[in-house]
């Protein structure tokens, strides 16, 4: 039962906008497996959108040090100068291109981000090109702020990355914007110069197309995988591209909630219109460990890259070795998006025929209690999602699971 079915219980008519919308596949798997192993089930969740290390000990010494100067007061609406500044350093000196202040804006995690950019901007009807698969946000962001997600399948052949002739075939009077994630939640594949320049020239035809770039990733890519935001490729593109990115990921912290933006004035503006009614400004005190994540040492980033690369490593090559599965080695983030079309049509122990990829991950929880999340939660079938951000001895134990519970299949 999602939430929707909950409200209309208690005798609740939510409002229309959310009317098409549940509660988060994601959310629903990791609560129920949660749950199983509260009842003593010994259950692994491999679910977690999120790097299982700790904020560094820098970060949180700024956070301390931030509440014992009194800064735990509302600050500036979009971002503190000082966060500011420190994001217009790390886009030029990691991205090579150049924000200032008023094209910068700060808010409670990337998605906050992603939430006020799209209400600001899209108006009944206005369609956003996504990509899928797709990090599940994306599409129901863009429907309760009334736009329709134009869905774009980008299949395994095709390094789930979007195609120029699949691009310029969607755009249409209405498309509004396009929405790129590299690398990728959930498939981990990324973009190249090479990959982004046809795309690039197809949005150079189409002035009235923006867009919007989620690099929340981008310090987790391996095997030297050049990480490149389209606006240092094109710089013609800037003044109708958001680059968004965060502290979430790479500094592993989730729950301090800063997202951040570089974008056109005018945009940057009115998304604080938004926030100036959602929440009045993000954190102080997070806003202030933020800069010195951004500001501070950054060569740990390499080892939890490499901690990262060794997990993916045993990950992908234990599920290509399971008959019936199939998995690309991703170019980054901490998911692999492994193909599960070979055990469709089978029958479970229990008697129970697989007919779609959820069957399948259903049948991992029940039999093999292993908590993955289904392709069609990220729009895009027969696929499983597995998150690599957990101990390598859980990961082991919960391969061997996989590959048990497919080995008796019939
Ligand atoms: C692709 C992508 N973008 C954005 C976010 C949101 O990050 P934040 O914690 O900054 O809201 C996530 C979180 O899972 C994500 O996977």
Redesign the pocket.
Known sequence: MDSHSKTEEAGFTPASRIAAIGVSKILQIGARASAMKKDGLPVIILGA?EPDFDTPDNVKEAAKAAIDRGETKYTALDGTPDLKKAIAEKFRRENNVDYALDEITVAT????I?FNAFMATIDPCDEVIIPTPY?T?YSDIVEICGGVPVLIPCDAEAGFRLKADQLEKAITPKTRWVLL?SP??PSGAAYSEADYRPLIDVLLRHPHVWLMV?D??EHIVYDGFQFVTPVAIEPRLKSRTLT?N?V??AYAM?GW???YAGGPKALIKAMAVIQSQATSCPSSVSQAASVEALNGPQDFLKDRQASFKHRRDLVVSALNAIPGLTCRTPEGAFYTFSGCAGVIGKVTPRGKRIEADSDFTDYLLEDAHVAVVPGSAFGLSPFFRISYATSEAELTEALKRIADACAKLA
């Open positions: 959108g995690g990337a998605k906050q992603l990090w946000s994630n990728s939640n989620d929340m990733y968004i965060g979430s990921k989730t909630r800063i997202g």
